[in-house]
């Protein structure tokens, strides 16, 4: 029974999340667009927290950070590519959200941090000026340094493994 509690709440969080984003959207002008994909992912950031369900985590961080970043880009921002730095931003607020807020469990993993990451550092990159080779040499460094890391922890817990005595 609880669970179907859980899940009646979750979808009137949801719905009345949809709801408000539309009915700021047909308000807000040419920011009704950005202003709904905001809105439908603070609504499944809202349904997360009651829930403590990473499957609503990750559509309401990426929604979210879709939203904002394509309001920023209407707003007129140009040092960056305002769309990519939300979208990755989103990602890395999944991570973020999962491992230092929810901690409901096992944290998911690492994986939104290589979407994230990449996103954001090439909606970052015009703050690199005119010589743009050095976006594609930077993330593959990263890469490298990332792939040299899980080697080196799982190598260790080998390691670990094998000196911990049979029972």
């Not at 990426?62 to 305002?82: H, R």
Request: charged share 10%; hydrophobic share 50%; glycine share 20%.
């Amino acid at each position: 029974m609880e669970q179907q509690r859980k899940g009646t709440v979750v979808g009137g969080i949801v719905l009345v999340g949809v709801g408000v984003a539309l009915l700021v959207g047909q308000f807000a002008g040419d920011s009704g667009g950005p202003l709904v994909l905001a809105g439908l992912g603070g609504g499944f950031l809202v349904a997360h927290g009651f829930t403590r369900t990473y499957g609503l985590l990750v559509p309401g961080g990426i929604l979210t950070g879709l939203g904002l970043g394509t309001l920023a880009e209407q707003t007129g921002v140009t040092a960056v590519e305002p769309v990519l730095v939300g979208l990755g931003a989103g990602f890395l607020a999944v991570w973020a959200i999962d491992t230092f807020i929810t901690r409901t469990g096992p944290p998911a993993g690492w994986w939104p941090l290589v979407p994230g990451g990449i996103v954001l550092f090439i909606g970052l990159a015009p703050l690199f000026g005119d010589d743009q080779r050095l976006v594609p040499l930077a993330i593959g460094l990263a890469f490298m340094a990332v792939g040299a890391v899980l080697v080196i922890r799982g190598m260790g817990k080998q390691r670990a493994d094998e000196q911990t005595p049979e029972e």
